[in-house]
């Protein structure tokens, strides 16, 4: 094991997987002599050259185009879309075309792609340029969803999602980039998707959290273990598919829970995941479920305002709280 | 001065052409017979017309190039190899299509052709058709990507995307603009700025040319020339072939938007009967000999509704299959 950032370890990932495998490439705006707009593809064009390290024209949609006829013929692409925000320029390539083209020629073609995409608000980088669009992606059928927290999980999910037959939009949250944490050195470690991780365990309620979300949850479950409340943190990991079992099993032990997402409320995921819930843990719950969530607003600039659009250690101290005490 | 046909082509690949645009035409009556008959529904957008093009290009292609088109394909799909009955099938919704009847009129595919999809969606085959391209440079294939597309996707930002990116990364990619001069109900004049499609890749620095797509030699012999030059300098090539389709955009379209005197012109142009007369004309064959390939390819079509209206539905478990490796 190695202490390492959550920038390196995605670096450290991309390294591995392209010496691994000659069908890896990379493409993206800047990813080449720029080395990335957030630097995770710093020092690949020096190591592995100019066809395989691309620089793209500023189109989006045409990148994951691309990104698409290469992986049917062949090629195993790893997109880099400069922020989740410019993934809506691109949403025809992938919900149309990426997430359709293996069902509707039945079955007789594979995409084995990633599309890396930083995402996540908090920067003060204004409406345009903050926003969690998790959802989105999760609500189509036909390629994975994977959001990492941690560092370990980072490089151990990009590798999975690498090696993966099928599309995978690959989350990263601006705001982990720079955070620390312990990363496997073995170039085999790889996090299963579809497999979500009890990071805390705990008795009285299970907080639901995914990405910087688990980070402020643990922060939360940290605090107030000190004043004899329990939490266990269910990290997802994995967004879509979703491991619906980590966390009913959860649930069916603590009988509270808590989601925090940190997209708008109406028709996110932590909805999806509440519903869940109480369809198969009606009869056991404690007390309802608390949904902690961005607010349904654009995102303002100003870093007062701000703050009150993305859930806090303070709001998420209060959800959990409040389903403890039946004040809700 | 038209070339003779016998310095272009040997005989036997000549009438090849007429019997491929032969069955284009008759696979497509059908379809619009089934159609009405409810064996066929949902879209279904038929190529009676634009046969010179599918059949041309085809012809001027290699084997392994690959051929990406949008929802008019049942033809280029036909003419690069799928079985009829195959095509037919999957427009039936049965499992036996060539999709497995998951894809329908607008998404056929066959990988082991080449054949690499029908795009419905207008202007989505531009960057996955450079993709292919990239793909095989990257690989060290001798293949290129024929991408075909209508004079409707011209405005689309992938259009323009696509051409700029096949340029830049120096691409073997053959753009094949079928104009038909109508996107549904809207003529190119009223679409397009500069109507003259093939001048629009000027600020690309692709070259391009424009010819005639009622004549499936001309568009034979532009696509072989063009193919050689895209394998040649590794970068991509323009084709605006020009042409007329005799039915509506859809079947749900009557075509009140084109007048019966412009239609009599076109029909005038129909690339079989005026292919057929220069095939007889210069000795190549008779009018009884290609009788016998036109009763062959009505047998290969008659086939075709068979096998499609015997074959099975789908199970009811193929709708969670094919949607993850």
Request: charged share 25%.
């Amino acid at each position: 094991m190695s202490e390492m950032t959550y920038r390196d370890a995605l670096n450290q990932a991309l390294k591995e997987e392209m010496r691994r495998d000659a069908s890896v490439f990379v493409l993206g705006e800047d990813v080449a002599l720029y080395e990335g707009s957030f630097k995770v593809t710093r020092g690949l064009l020096a190591e592995f050259g100019e066809e395989r390290v691309k620089d793209t024209p500023i189109s989006e949609n045409t990148i994951i185009g691309v990104s698409i006829g290469a992986a049917m013929g062949g090629l195993r692409p790893v997109a880099e879309l400069m922020t989740v925000n410019f993934a809506l320029l691109a949403m025809d390539q992938i919900v149309n075309h990426m997430a359709k083209i293996r069902y509707m020629f039945g079955g007789q073609t594979f995409l084995p792609m990633t599309i890396r995409m930083p995402g996540g608000g908090g920067s003060q980088l204004g409406a345009q340029h903050s926003q969690s669009l998790e959802t989105y992606f999760m609500h189509c059928p036909g390629m994975y969803v994977l959001y990492p927290a941690t560092p370990g999980d980072a490089k151990g999910l990009l590798k999975s999602a690498i090696r993966n037959n099928n599309p995978v939009i690959f989350l990263e949250h601006e705001l982990l980039y720079n955070s620390k944490g312990e990363v496997s050195d073995d170039p085999e470690y790889l996090v299963p998707i579809g497999k979500a991780e009890v990071k805390r365990p705990g008795e009285h309620v299970t907080i639901v959290a995914y990405a910087r979300m688990t980070v402020l949850a643990l922060q939360v479950a940290e605090e107030l273990a000190e004043e004899g409340v329990s939490c266990e943190v269910v990290d997802l990991r994995s967004l879509a598919p979703l491991d619906e079992e980590t966390i009913l099993d959860s649930v069916r032990k603590t009988g509270r829970a808590v989601v925090v997402e940190e997209c708008w409320r109406t028709c996110g995921l932590g909805g999806e995941i509440t519903s869940r819930i109480y369809e198969h843990c009606f009869d056991i719950l404690k007390a309802p479920v608390i949904r902690v969530s961005g607010l349904d607003v654009p995102m303002p600039y100003s870093r007062k305002i701000e703050m009150l659009c993305i859930p806090q250690p303070a709001t998420i101290r209060q959800a959990v709280t409040d389903v403890m005490s039946g004040a809700y | 001065m038209e070339a003779k046909l016998r310095t272009v082509l040997p005989d036997q690949e000549l009438l090849r052409l007429y019997e491929q645009m032969f069955v284009s035409r008759e696979f497509e009556e059908r379809c619009a017979e089934q159609y009405t008959k409810g064996h066929i529904t949902g879209f279904l957008h038929l190529y009676s017309g634009q046969e010179a093009v599918a059949v041309g290009a085809t012809a001027g292609l290699h084997r392994d190039d690959y051929i990406l088109s949008a929802y008019r394909e049942h033809a280029q799909a036909i003419v690069r190899g799928a079985a009829p009955r195959r095509v037919m099938a999957e427009l039936f919704g049965k499992a036996t299509g060539i999709c497995k009847g998951k894809g329908g009129s607008m998404h056929l595919f066959d990988p082991t052709l080449n054949f690499m999809g029908g795009y419905a969606i207008v202007g989505g085959q531009f960057p996955i058709s450079v993709g292919l391209a990239f793909a095989a440079r990257y690989r060290g294939e001798d293949r290129i990507a024929a991408c075909f597309f209508g004079d409707g996707a011209v405005n689309q930002g992938t259009f323009h995307e696509s051409l700029n990116w096949a340029q830049l990364w120096q691409l073997p990619v053959l753009f094949i603009c079928e104009n038909n001069y109508y996107g549904i109900g809207t003529e190119v004049h009223r679409s397009s700025a500069l109507a003259s499609i093939h001048r629009r890749t000027c600020g690309y620095d692709i070259p391009s040319e424009k010819v005639d797509g009622m004549d499936v030699i001309a568009v034979y012999r532009a696509v072989k020339y063009a193919a050689e030059k895209v394998r040649e300098t590794g970068r991509p090539y323009f084709i605006e072939a020009t042409t007329y389709r005799f039915r509506g955009h859809s079947m749900a379209d009557p075509a009140k938007y084109r007048s019966a005197a412009e239609h009599d012109i076109w029909k005038a142009r129909d690339p079989l009967p005026n292919y057929a007369k220069r095939l007889i004309e210069e000795g190549i064959t008779t009018r009884e000999a290609l009788e016998v390939i036109e009763t062959r390819c009505r047998g290969t079509v008659d086939e075709a509704v068979k096998f499609a209206e015997e074959s099975p539905w789908p199970e009811d478990s193929a709708v969670w299959e094919d949607i993850y490796v």
